[in-house]
Structure formats: C-alpha cells, structure tokens
C-alpha cells in the first residue's frame, strides 16, 4: 500500500505523491497528448492507475470539424514511473469517471449529451466488456451483487455484473441538463440515496428502493447555481 496521498491536477495530468505529514515524496508531469486534464486515478496492489483526457479538433476539408476525446489510463509504479498506457478515443465527452471494481479491474464511465460508455478495464487494458446507454451519466458505484447503479441528470440506471441495463427510472421534475452532475450512494441492498439540482436554485435529496422507485424525496432552497453533487452515509443520515 502506498503511504502518504496522490493528487492529480489539471493541464499535462500532474501526479503529486506526500507523506503522511503532507511532504511532497516526488511530483511528475505526464503528458500524454497536446492537453490533458486528469480526471481520476486508483491505486491496485501498490500500482497507480491515471485517467487523463486530451480533445483533439479535427476539421474536414469540407468545412466541417470534430471533437475526438483521447482517454488515456497509465499503469505508474509507486515511484511514479509510466509503466504502459492505453489509450481509447471518444467523441466530445462531457463527463468522465473511474473507479474500481470488488474483483481488482477499472470501470471507466464516460457520457456525452445523453448518451453513456461503460468499460470494464482489466490492470493490463484488456476490454473485459463495454455497454452503452441511452442517457447521460455522471456517477458510478457497484452493489453487492457485484452490478452497478449510475445516476444522471435525472435518471437512475442499474445494471448487472456484465454491463446488461436491469432498469432505467427517470424523473422528468429534476433538471436534464446533461451536464448536471448528481450523487448517489448506496444505503443497502435494497435502497439509493440521491442527490442534485432540481433547477437553478434548488436542490433535492431523494431516496428509492432498489428499482429505483421513490420512497422520499425533499427540495432544499439553496443559493443560485449550487448543486448537492454529492452524497455520502453517515452514521445519522447523510
């Protein structure tokens, strides 16, 4: 296990290693393409794994352009040195997420518009699976049952331990924009807490059971423009 904290940062995906006294061990710079912003990192058995991403503008001769995302996951040793890089490309990603699975492989979420990738990465960038849905997503977490629940704007998606959609619940009061990102958090089995932005000035906590149904749900008037964009169980609440 790697002692100390690993922070990333923006622009050429800076990786800060500290000491538990918050000493900086070493600090690199990794660039991968002209521009990368890194977007998550997970340490596996000693070993660092980066999520960066670079957008590349191609234009047509015809006039017409596009943007193509070039991911980036970089295997790093505990010394911060790149072991292997593989790199998937998308189009115009607005969001993007990592984390890891209880059998020690990647879940990268990616979301654009309203439409969703999942990828199951193992540590040697071998595609385990890959799933699509029709909706923006912005979190990612795994259930017991070794599936995965994902919030958007205003929609919650469970699906099984390969990717397969079980059910999708939308809510059409809450925002849809598909930038807005939303929490959740798993309470147990059978029930989700989620959080977000209603509108521009109100944000809402809801609870539903496990297909997503609401059992409760509460507006909280905050200032302009704030967002419960995450949440987390406490002992007492949440």
């Known amino acids: ?5 690993i922070v990333i940062g923006l622009t050429n995906a800076p990786l800060i290693k500290s000491n538990k006294d918050g000493s900086n061990i070493w600090e690199k710079t990794y660039s991968f393409s002209q521009f ?3 977007k998550g990192i997970i340490i596996l058995n000693d070993t660092i794994y980066l999520l960066a991403i670079s957008s590349n503008y191609i234009e047509y001769s015809w006039g017409g352009s596009d943007i193509i995302e070039e991911i980036t996951l970089a295997k790093i040793d505990s010394s911060g040195a790149i072991l292997n890089t593989y790199t998937f490309y998308e189009d ?4 993007l997420k990592l984390i890891e699975s209880s059998d020690n492989n990647l879940i990268i979420l990616s979301s654009k518009g309203y439409s969703s990738k999942i990828k199951k990465i193992s540590p040697n960038g071998n595609i385990i699976w890959e799933s699509s849905l029709a909706n923006n997503s912005s979190k990612i977490k795994e259930t017991s049952d070794k599936g995965f629940i994902i919030t958007g704007a205003n929609n919650v998606t469970k699906i099984d331990s390969l990717g397969n959609a079980l059910w999708v619940n939308s809510y059409p009061s809450l925002n849809n924009n598909p930038n807005q990102e939303n929490g959740i ?3 147990n089995d059978s029930t989700f807490i989620v959080s977000g932005s209603k509108d521009v000035s109100n944000s809402f906590l809801m609870k539903t059971n496990s297909n997503g149904d609401i059992i409760w749900y509460k507006e909280f008037g905050l200032n302009y423009r704030n967002n419960l964009n995450t949440v987390s169980i406490t002992n007492s609440g949440f």
């Not at 296990?1 to 904290?5: M, R, S």
């Not at 115009?92 to 969001?95: A, R």
């Open 92 to 95: 115009d990603v607005t969001n």
């Open 36 to 38: 990368d912003i890194g």
């Open 1 to 5: 296990i790697l002692q100390g904290d």
């Open 185 to 187: 958090d798993i309470i």
